[in-house]
């Protein structure tokens, strides 16, 4: 039953919830990009804060804006831009970089259907304050002048690698084999073609075309187990004096985080892939402190993790659908292993 002090606390978190969630709507909405812009271009100055997206006509870009030039006066801007660059010919950007160039600004839009999806709205819930987009190679300039974060460095050269992986494939395969490898290897959908869509979705296995919980399971699965077969291989002697400083189990568990972290950030690190990274990171803290696996509390706690920075996560109907399905999931298996349990427990009276 639910005891005074439980539900004091319970109370506590909605509130506190409910707070953190007002805050992050009222600071997320801070921009002066749309307010400010009117049907004129403007100069924008700002840096590249995601992995560049890349599609048969151009690329994709979110810029975090610091300067704007309006009728020749310089301003500070803040807001993030969804920017289009199409035809931008042999250029390349990567995350971190510093770039400048000229356009209208305008807030994001969709369609007004009542109870539709409204893209506006889901780049709002983003983060995303503005949309804009510039034609050809000179559209768009890299500054040099400024200097890289750790954390933009070390992005950046996993966007290189990432759009290294995309130029070769660009290069060696052809549809449906190209839009089938980018968008299941790197994430990127814009090159699948609509009737390979149509034919996944009337199967319903679409959701093998992006990359979500199956994809990083299966690959941490796949490197826990082959790193814990390959250290068992080891001679007896050696297995030894190893198992006293690391269990082949830990040491599996150190192999696979790393791979794990590395391809969720070559993938973009979309909101679907970071919900199966936290969750493939809980498990495997539970497989290091040696505690029982328990699929409802790891499920709870990537959800807690993952709206704690964002609570505006929790709109999204992905986030919804993908926590839901797993709890079923959970909660059924849960049953199932209890009622396993209390006949073997009359079995054994018996």
């Known amino acids: 039953c639910l005891t005074r002090k439980t539900g004091f606390i319970l109370f506590a978190l909605v509130v506190g919830g409910i707070g953190h969630a ?5 600071t997320q909405g801070e921009s002066n990009l749309v307010t400010e812009s009117d049907e004129q271009p403007i100069f924008l100055e700002g840096t590249i804060v995601a992995p560049v997206r890349q599609t048969p006509d151009g690329l994709v870009l979110l810029v975090e804006a610091t300067h704007m030039v309006k009728q020749g006066e310089e301003q500070t801007a803040y807001g993030r831009i969804r920017l289009t660059w199409r035809e931008p010919g042999a250029s390349t950007l990567i995350y971190g970089d510093h770039v400048a160039f000229m356009a209208r600004v305008r807030e994001p839009y969709g369609t007004m259907n009542p109870g539709g999806f409204h893209y506006g709205r889901y780049l709002k819930r983003q983060g995303i304050h503005a949309v804009a987009t510039v034609q050809g190679p000179e559209a768009i300039r890299v500054q040099g002048t400024q200097e890289r974060t750790t954390r933009g460095f070390i992005l950046g050269v996993v966007d290189r690698w990432r759009q290294s992986i995309h130029h070769a494939a660009v ?3 052809t549809n449906p084999a190209l839009g089938l490898f980018l968008g299941m290897v790197l994430g990127e959908q814009s090159y699948i073609e609509s009737d390979i869509r149509d034919a996944f979705m009337a199967s319903g296995t679409v959701h ?6 199956s994809h990083l399971g299966l690959l941490a699965l796949l490197i826990f187990a082959g790193a814990r077969w390959s ?3 080891l001679p007896t002697v050696w297995l030894e004096q190893l ?3 690391l269990t082949a189990t830990r040491f599996a568990v150190l192999i696979t985080l790393p791979a794990v972290s590395f391809y969720t950030l070559l993938a973009g690190a979309e909101m679907a892939t ?11 803290a539970g497989i290091w402190l040696g505690r029982e696996r328990n699929l409802v509390t790891a499920l709870a706690l990537a959800a807690l993790l993952m709206v704690l920075p964002h609570p505006e996560a929790i709109q999204d109907i992905s986030f919804q659908l993908s926590y839901l399905s797993v709890a079923a999931i959970a909660l059924v298996a849960q049953a199932r292993k209890e009622k396993e349990s209390n006949l073997s427990g009359l079995d054994a009276a018996f």
Request: charged letters at 10%; one cysteine or more.
């Open 22 to 26: 007002y805050w992050a709507s009222t």
């Open 171 to 173: 290069s060696s395969l």
């Open 208 to 213: 093998i075309l992006s990359i979500s919980g």
């Open 231 to 233: 250290l068992r291989q």
């Open 243 to 245: 198992s006293l400083r």
């Open 274 to 284: 970071v919900r199966s990274w936290i969750m493939i990171v809980v498990c495997c």
